[in-house]
């Protein structure tokens, strides 16, 4: 489903990111939220591919698919 976003306990101290390449997903959710467009992090990170960010929005919204029940106060 997420073929490129990897968890490895060696790299990032096992954070999502992106293939290996020692890139956070939640650095290119933070370009993504502040306005930034697919090309503006394609030319920070020019070992991204634009399916990378495809994947990083679609592990984002699928995270935010799950229930979460909050505490009772």
């Known amino acids: 489903m997420f073929d490129r976003i990897i968890f490895d306990?060696?790299?990032?101290g096992g954070r999502a990111?992106?293939?290996g390449m020692r890139i956070p997903v939640s650095v290119v959710l933070a370009y993504l939220a502040d306005g930034a467009t697919v090309e503006e992090i394609l030319e920070d990170?020019?070992?991204?591919?634009?399916?990378d960010i495809r994947q990083v929005l679609g592990y984002a919204a699928w995270l935010a698919?799950?229930?979460v029940y909050s505490l009772p106060t």
Request: contains cysteine; aromatic residues 6%.
């Open 9 to 12: 306990p060696k790299i990032l």
């Open 17 to 19: 990111c992106i293939r």
């Open 45 to 51: 990170y020019p070992d991204l591919e634009a399916e």
């Open 65 to 67: 698919s799950e229930n």
